[in-house]
């Protein structure tokens, strides 16, 4: 059974870089096969795709968040990692990293999901 | 259009047969997957590929596909489906994800 885990601060101060690290148990992140992933969610608010990286290193994110997301993978830690940089109010959430199965493509495992807030 | 639309609430009556529905121009090309979310949870997967459902899930949950619509129906709705449920695809460019707004299921 895969796991995933967030981890990493619960508060951020407005400008300085959002770092979370997800970990996975169960399975290999060289696999293949998978995308490695990361969601937020605003409070009370719906799903929000942030971009997701292949164990190749190759990366996508979501355009509308204009170049601050940064994912990286370490696959001697069986870990992926999620920076987002100059953060503001607007960036606090529940961040979840998951695994994404490709073609056909779901999100299959999930984190448990970590609230990250941005505040002085 | 480059989003999903999903209606913001739909409510069902204790064992009735409720449709929930997404729609955008990359369904016509890519399944949706579908995701129930209770409070204070991650999002499961409910609903993937042409219809197909994970390992766990009641079969009271199918999915269907037709243009630029996907739906999710779940036949005999039960008190423990209340909850919000997410369409999830690729986007025209191909390389990204997106959701759509999500839809809060109460059963009545």
């Known amino acids: 059974q895969v796991q995933l885990q967030e981890s990493g601060p619960g508060l951020v101060k407005p400008s300085q870089t959002l770092s979370l690290t997800c970990t996975v148990s169960?399975?290999?992140?060289?696999?293949?096969?998978?995308?490695w992933s990361w969601i937020r969610q605003h409070p009370g608010k719906g799903l929000e795709w942030i971009g997701y990286?292949?164990?190749?290193?190759?990366?996508y994110y979501n355009p509308s968040l204009k170049s601050r997301p940064t994912i990286l993978v370490d696959t001697s830690k069986n870990q992926f990692s999620l920076k987002v940089n100059s953060v503001t109010a607007a960036d606090t959430a529940v961040y979840y990293c998951?695994?994404?199965?490709?073609?056909?493509?779901?999100?299959?495992?999930w984190g448990q999901g970590t609230l990250v807030t941005v505040s002085s | 259009s480059s989003e999903l639309t999903q209606d913001p609430a739909v409510s069902v009556a204790l064992g009735q047969t409720v449709r929930i529905t997404c729609q955008g121009d990359s369904l016509r090309g890519f399944y949706a997957s579908w995701y129930q979310q209770k409070p204070g949870q991650a999002p499961v997967l409910v609903i993937y590929g042409q219809n197909n459902r994970p390992s766990g899930i009641p079969d009271r949950f199918s999915g269907s596909n037709s243009g630029n619509t996907s739906s999710l129906t779940i036949t005999g709705a039960q008190a423990e489906d209340e909850a919000a449920y997410y369409c999830n695809s690729r986007g025209s460019s191909r390389e990204h994800f997106m959701f759509g707004g999500g839809t809060k299921l109460t059963v009545l």
């Open positions: 169960g399975g290999s992140i060289s696999s293949g096969g998978y995308y």
């Open positions: 990286i292949y164990y190749s290193g190759s990366t």
């Open positions: 998951a695994r994404v199965h490709i073609a056909p493509d779901y999100f299959d495992y």
